[in-house]
């Protein structure tokens, strides 16, 4: 689905692209997991003017950093 990244400004374009009639995508935030996992904060501003804050989890592959798609936190068990 999505292609590599190897610097945040083909970061911004590919996520533009995936997110289709975007007029802008700003990174808020971005939570580390691990080395070679990080979770993105964004604000997709819609050319329709709607807005939306997804949280996005992006994986380093080799060298590239890839969407691996939408973060959900894990679940803490019931005590």
Do not use: C
Not at 13 to 23: A, I, P, S, V
Not at 34 to 54: A, D, I
């Amino acid at each position: 689905m999505a292609k590599g990244w190897n610097d945040e400004a083909e970061m911004r374009n590919q996520l533009t692209m995936d997110f289709g009639r975007t007029k802008r995508i700003r990174i808020l935030r971005k939570d580390m997991l691990s080395e070679n996992e990080v979770v993105l904060s964004l604000l997709v501003e819609h050319e329709n003017g709607e807005n939306e804050t997804p949280r996005m989890r992006v994986e380093r592959i080799g060298n590239e950093w890839k969407l691996a798609g939408n973060y959900r936190p894990p679940t803490q068990p019931m005590p």
